[in-house]
């Protein structure tokens, strides 16, 4: 940008909150992304390692809003608030050109209702699940944000129904899933032996998953180690602080490490080695269909909470697994609440490990889910982030 006596004026200020790990990863993307894009744009707002090192003026720290159940919300809400309120001063005093909350709907969807409100441009990187829960939400996420950058194709024709511009950018993930090691390097990378099967269990990375779904992905493995003598069971810890909860997990049902073995992280590369996961409906199914590992999805919410969300009609899918809804039918096998119990499971296990036919269709059927995930045009996710958020950022007076 150039002023009337040809200097440079300043570059337009472009607010980003990520309001956890995941979002910090996006952003960093996206911000790199930008700044080619706006080379004299300054960059402000929430965000943690990965935005700071791509140029960031942090605000506040990602670690900040970065919390885990209902419980510790509640226990830091006062504090929330307090930085909620200093965050949107601070927005409203500076004016950005462009804010953009990067998921965490809960928080960013009302700090973008409110800039909104005030005459402010706002956008919003990764819809909340409106193809799931409740899709006349869309129409509220359009009083938030100006645009919604959609990382699955099914969701902007359902923004257009409520009158919402929504633009689908691609998934990051099938980015990052692009070549990487084959299953025998990344069964060596992790020190596993290459012959034996192997069965990856993923039960999820938040405490109330970890309680539910813990116990009957143990027992099932345990029947099929029953079975199966020389089969691997490798359990990768999602967070540190979960570790103690799984130790004496597997202790209560006398599985020694010997047989089922537990990584620090490395999902990813535990998913490419594997024959099989067993894993919870969520991001990991869809990392287990870019790894093109055949999979089980399983899941148990709270009893009371499905009886009310099935009451009520809040979930307007069939289908639970990404997979099966990006898929369109019953590609993966899915086991929820009663169903998911150790024998059915490991039932549906078996063949998946033997490389039986079921495991063969759905390793047929990844690659077209993949493609399907990538950003229109053969750019990168974040690429196309960007170009979507140009022109608000270039119609700025």
């Known amino acids: 940008m150039q002023s009337a006596h040809g200097c440079c004026s300043p570059g337009p200020l472009i607010a980003l909150l990520a309001g956890e790990a995941s979002g910090d990863l996006l952003g960093g993307d996206l911000l790199a992304?930008?700044?080619?894009?706006?080379?004299?744009?300054?960059?402000?707002?929430?965000?943690?390692?990965?935005?700071?090192?791509?140029?960031?003026?942090?605000?506040?720290?990602?670690?900040?809003?970065?919390?885990?159940?209902?419980?510790?919300?509640?226990?830091?809400?006062?504090?929330?608030?307090?930085?909620?309120?200093?965050?949107?001063?601070?927005?409203?005093?500076?004016?950005?050109?462009?804010?953009v909350g990067i998921d965490a709907p809960d928080f960013n969807l009302a700090v973008e209702r409110r800039l909104r409100s005030a005459g402010l441009r706002t956008a919003h990187y990764v819809s909340p699940s409106v193809w799931a829960w409740r899709e006349r939400r869309a129409r509220t996420i359009g009083r938030s944000a100006a645009r919604v950058l959609c990382v699955f194709p099914m969701e902007?024709?359902?923004?257009?129904?409520?009158?919402?511009?929504?633009?689908?950018?691609?998934?990051?993930?099938?980015?990052?899933?692009?070549?990487?090691?084959?299953?025998?390097?990344?069964?060596?990378?992790?020190?596993?032996?290459?012959?034996?099967?192997?069965?990856?269990?993923?039960?999820?990375?938040?405490g109330g998953e970890l309680t539910r779904l813990l116990p009957p992905f143990l027992d099932a493995a345990r029947q099929l180690l029953a079975a199966r003598p020389r089969l691997q069971v490798v359990?990768?810890?999602?967070?540190?602080?979960?570790?103690?909860?799984?130790?004496?997990?597997?202790?209560?049902?006398?599985?020694?490490?010997?047989?089922?073995?537990?990584?620090?992280?490395?999902?990813?590369?535990?998913?490419?080695?594997?024959?099989?996961?067993?894993?919870?409906?969520?991001?990991?199914?869809?990392?287990?269909?870019?790894?093109?590992?055949?999979?089980?999805?399983?899941?148990?919410?709270a009893p009371l909470t499905h009886m009310l969300v099935r009451h009520l009609g809040l979930l307007r899918t069939t289908r639970y697994s990404l997979p099966n809804i990006l898929a369109g039918r019953d590609l993966v096998p899915e086991f929820m609440q009663r169903d998911c119990n150790a024998p059915r499971l490991a039932e549906a296990l078996l063949p998946l490990l033997d490389g039986a036919r079921q495991a063969q269709a759905q390793r047929a059927a990844f690659p077209a889910l993949h493609e399907a995930l990538r950003a229109p045009g053969g750019r990168g996710a974040a690429e196309a982030a960007a170009e979507a958020l140009g022109d608000l950022i270039e119609a700025a007076p």
């Open 156 to 206: 902007p024709p359902i923004y257009t129904r409520h009158g919402v511009d929504a633009r689908f950018v691609g998934h990051p993930l099938a980015d990052r899933f692009d070549g990487g090691p084959d299953r025998m390097a990344a069964r060596r990378a992790l020190g596993l032996d290459d012959a034996a099967s192997l069965l990856a269990l993923l039960p999820g990375s938040r």
């Open 235 to 301: 359990l990768p810890v999602a967070r540190p602080a979960l570790r103690p909860a799984v130790e004496t997990a597997l202790r209560d049902r006398k599985l020694p490490p010997v047989r089922v073995r537990l990584l620090d992280g490395r999902a990813d590369l535990l998913l490419r080695a594997a024959d099989a996961a067993l894993l919870a409906s969520g991001t990991a199914a869809l990392e287990a269909t870019l790894a093109r590992c055949p999979m089980v999805v399983a899941y148990r919410i």
């Open 33 to 99: 992304a930008l700044r080619r894009r706006f080379p004299h744009a300054r960059f402000a707002g929430i965000g943690g390692a990965h935005m700071r090192a791509q140029g960031l003026e942090c605000w506040h720290d990602i670690g900040e809003l970065s919390l885990m159940g209902l419980a510790e919300v509640l226990r830091h809400l006062p504090r929330l608030l307090r930085l909620r309120r200093a965050l949107l001063r601070r927005l409203l005093q500076e004016r950005p050109t462009l804010t």
